[in-house]
């Protein structure tokens, strides 16, 4: 069974500076697609970077040029590297995964209809 578990959230000052981590486990050698989400309450979870195969990343507008996303050597593990952070980042952050039926995964920024297996969060809080 997938299990998904998000570290490295926590609160900062705006202008500073956090990485998220994902580890999954569960995989068994298939191939699953990774992206990063987040949610502030009482608004829909809204995807926030995707990563492909051959390496293409997308990004929400509200994060272009601030956040990286980023996947370990054993495509198991992902990464969300946030800076300068904003206090309109304040959200709960997600790591979400789904089996590629085609071994390939697109990049595309995720949408959380596309995804069926979800970590249980991790806080990000920014203050001015």
């Known amino acids: 069974q997938v299990h998904l578990v998000e570290s490295g959230g926590g609160s900062v000052q705006s202008g500073g500076s956090l990485r998220l981590s994902c580890e999954g486990s569960g995989f068994t050698n298939r191939k699953y697609c990774m992206g990063w989400f987040r949610q502030v309450p009482g608004k829909e979870r809204e995807g926030v970077a995707g990563i492909g195969t051959n390496g293409r990343t997308t990004y929400a507008d509200s994060v272009k040029g601030r956040f990286t996303i980023s996947q370990g050597n054993a495509e198991n593990t992902l990464y969300l590297q946030m800076r300068p952070l904003e206090p309109e980042d304040t959200a709960m952050y997600y790591c979400?995964?789904?089996?590629?039926?085609?071994?390939?995964?697109?990049?595309?920024?995720?949408?959380?209809?596309?995804?069926?297996?979800w970590g249980q969060g991790t806080q990000v809080t920014v203050s001015l």
């Open positions: 979400a995964a789904v089996l590629s039926p085609y071994g390939y995964c697109s990049g595309y920024l995720p949408r959380t209809q596309d995804f069926n297996y």
